[in-house]
C-alpha cells in the first residue's frame, strides 16, 4: 500500500531555514508527481509545491516563490522541501502528497500524516 | 487563480439523514475537448491528513462508501452524503485541477450530527 511519511518539522525563529522531508513506499516513486500541501491552523489547503515524476520541472505557490525549493531523490524514494527566510505565517501542518497521474498533474490520492513547521521567536 | 467556494461553512445533520455541500468555482472547471469536470472532494477528519473521495466532480475512489455521491458540471457542484453516519463528520473540501500547476480548494464545510 502507498505509504507516504513526513519528517523534519519542528519550532523555527523566523528568517531561518528549515528543511523536511517525505519518504515514499508501496508505488512507481519515479512515475509520479510529488506535492507539497500545508494547511495552517483552521485555515483552508493551501498547495505549495509540486516535482515532476524526474524531477525536470517544478512549481511553487506565489506565497512560497523564491523562497522554498522542491527537490527529489528517486533512487532514495524521497521529496524534499527546503524552506528558507521563513515567515510567522508559514506556521502549518506540512503535507506530503502524491499525484494520481503519471502522465499529467492532476489530483492528490495519497497524502502522508503531515509534519508541523512552527514559526515563532 | 481560480477561487473555490463552498457553502455552508457547518452543516449539522441527523443520523442517517441527507448532507449536501455546494462547492462554486469562479470559472468553469470542466474542459470542452475531453468533456471532464476538473474537480476532487476530500474529507479530513480531525488529527487527520484529507482522503480523497471523488474525482472528476463524480467518480468516487475505490473502497470510498456508495452513500457519497459528486455532480455538477461548469461552476457549480455538490458532494452528497444520503445516509449520515457517524464515521462521517469532518470536514470536506473541494479542490480543482484545471488550472495546475495552482491547484485551490475550498475553504471547508465542516459536517456534524444534529
Known amino acids: 500500500q502507498v505509504q507516504l511519511v513526513e519528517s523534519g518539522g519542528g519550532v523555527v525563529q523566523p528568517g531561518r531555514s528549515l528543511r523536511l522531508s517525505c519518504e515514499a513506499s508501496?508505488?512507481?516513486?519515479?512515475?509520479?508527481?510529488m506535492h507539497w500541501v500545508r494547511q495552517a491552523p483552521g485555515k483552508r489547503l493551501e498547495w505549495v509545491a509540486v516535482?515532476?515524476?524526474?524531477?525536470?520541472?517544478?512549481y511553487y505557490a506565489e506565497s512560497v516563490q523564491g523562497r522554498f525549493s522542491i527537490s527529489r531523490d528517486n533512487s532514495k524514494h524521497t521529496v524534499s522541501l527546503q524552506m528558507s527566510s521563513l515567515r510567522a505565517e508559514d506556521t502549518a501542518v506540512y503535507y506530503c502528497?502524491?499525484?494520481?497521474?503519471?502522465?499529467?498533474?492532476?489530483?492528490?490520492?495519497?497524502w502522508g500524516q503531515g509534519a508541523l513547521v512552527t514559526v515563532s521567536s | 487563480d481560480i477561487v473555490m467556494t463552498q457553502s455552508p461553512d457547518s452543516l449539522a445533520v441527523s443520523l442517517g439523514e441527507r448532507a449536501t455541500i455546494n462547492c462554486k468555482s469562479n470559472?468553469?472547471?470542466?474542459?470542452?475537448?475531453?468533456?471532464?469536470?476538473?474537480l476532487a472532494w476530500y474529507q479530513q477528519k480531525p488529527g487527520q491528513p484529507p482522503k480523497l473521495l471523488i474525482s472528476?466532480?463524480?467518480t468516487r475512489e475505490s473502497g470510498v462508501p456508495d452513500r457519497f455521491s459528486g455532480s455538477g458540471s461548469g461552476t457549480d457542484f455538490t458532494l452528497t452524503i444520503s445516509s449520515l453516519q457517524a464515521e462521517d463528520v469532518a470536514v470536506y473540501y473541494c479542490?480543482?485541477?484545471?488550472?495546475?500547476?495552482?491547484?485551490?480548494f475550498g475553504q471547508g464545510t465542516k459536517v456534524e450530527f444534529k
Open positions: 502528497a502524491k499525484d494520481s497521474s503519471s502522465i499529467f498533474f492532476t489530483y492528490f490520492d495519497h
Open positions: 508501496g508505488f512507481t516513486f519515479n512515475s509520479y508527481g
Open positions: 472528476w466532480a463524480s
Open positions: 516535482i515532476s515524476s524526474d524531477g525536470s520541472n517544478q
Open positions: 479542490q480543482q485541477y484545471y488550472d495546475t500547476p495552482r491547484w485551490t
Open positions: 470559472q468553469s472547471i470542466l474542459f470542452p475537448s475531453n468533456n471532464k469536470n476538473y
